[in-house]
């Protein structure tokens, strides 16, 4: 399916025609009002795309897929609708009013929206100056609906588990635990905190941290020292053996002796 295909269909009753910008900011207006109706959990995607038989088509098809989507033919108009929160824009480059690669700075400089390139140029200047700049895909025209849904959830997707991410920057899961490092502690799978040593906790934390490269044993001696004792070899072989004892519950070694090494966590994975 593509645009050649679908430009004489009618969707929803949208019928824009290549008329005034005072008609164009008109319907960007009606969209932004609606925008406070939306369900709760639709993301918001802007069509910005000078031509009104495309732009009718992208937000018709994307409106049918569960998305809530303003169309702008302009840039002045993409400015106005990212006042409201955007998770992605579909932009083109050759617009009335600017420079559709400009506009992608802009967008990045002031909104966290994903941005995916739709034109009819298809240089390879084009193309690497475009996700260079910003854009997450770059897609050129005649556009595969199907396919551009696939990539606007995919981007979606990944900037989901992005800002999933970076909220849970300090929690880290790996096999049946997760380790707070702002709250200092640790929880079993049943979600109670484990008790911890500060000791414990800090080789545990350097650990996990480490993303299961190996650290020797002088380097967990700097991790688990202070003022107040003496640490050496023998102490961090301790610990070590204190902590395996505690971390147990899936059979799974949590932490693996590295010969001639030190240790390594043998689960890791962030969240």
């Known amino acids: 399916m593509n645009v050649r295909s679908?430009?004489?269909?009618?969707?929803?009753?949208?019928?824009?025609?290549?008329?005034?910008?005072?008609?164009?900011?008109?319907?960007?207006v009606a969209d932004s009002a609606l925008?406070?109706?939306?369900?709760?959990?639709?993301?918001?995607?802007?069509?910005?795309?000078?031509?009104?038989?495309?732009?009718?088509?992208?937000?018709?098809?994307?409106?049918?897929?569960?998305?809530?989507?303003?169309?702008?033919?302009?840039?002045?108009?993409?400015?106005?609708?990212?006042?409201?929160?955007?998770?992605?824009?579909?932009l083109d480059?050759?617009?009335?009013?600017g420079d559709g690669f400009e506009l992608a700075r802009e967008i990045q400089a002031t909104s966290n929206a994903g941005i995916i390139f739709v034109t009819r140029r298809d240089t390879?200047?084009?193309?690497?100056?475009?996700?260079?700049?910003a854009g997450d895909h770059y897609v050129t025209k005649p556009i595969n609906l199907r396919e551009l849904l696939a990539r606007a959830r995919s981007v979606l997707r990944r900037r989901s588990i992005d800002r999933?991410?970076?909220?849970?920057?300090?929690?880290?899961?790996?096999?049946?635990w997760i380790i707070d490092l702002t709250r200092r502690e640790l929880l079993g799978s049943d979600g109670k905190p484990v008790a911890l040593t500060r000791a414990e906790f800090d080789l545990l934390a350097a650990?996990?941290?480490?993303?299961?490269?190996?650290?020797?044993?002088?380097y967990l001696i700097e991790v688990v020292s202070n003022r107040q004792a003496e640490v050496d070899i023998r102490t961090v072989d301790a610990l070590v053996a204190r902590l395996r004892r505690k971390l147990v519950g899936s059979g799974t070694p949590v932490i693996a002796t590295v010969t001639g090494v030190g240790y390594k966590l043998a689960l890791s994975e962030r969240l």
């Open 93 to 97: 480059l050759q617009l009335p009013d």
């Open 207 to 218: 650990l996990v941290g480490a993303d299961g490269r190996p650290l020797s044993r002088d």
């Open 6 to 28: 679908q430009d004489s269909a009618s969707r929803g009753g949208l019928n824009f025609q290549g008329g005034s910008n005072a008609h164009r900011t008109s319907n960007i």
């Open 164 to 176: 999933k991410a970076a909220r849970n920057h300090n929690s880290i899961a790996f096999g049946d």
């Open 124 to 133: 390879d200047v084009d193309r690497i100056l475009g996700l260079e700049i």
């Open 35 to 90: 925008q406070e109706l939306r369900p709760i959990g639709r993301e918001r995607l802007i069509v910005v795309e000078d031509d009104p038989v495309i732009r009718t088509m992208l937000v018709g098809y994307f409106s049918e897929n569960n998305f809530d989507v303003v169309g702008a033919g302009t840039c002045a108009e993409c400015r106005q609708a990212l006042r409201a929160r955007t998770d992605l824009v579909f």
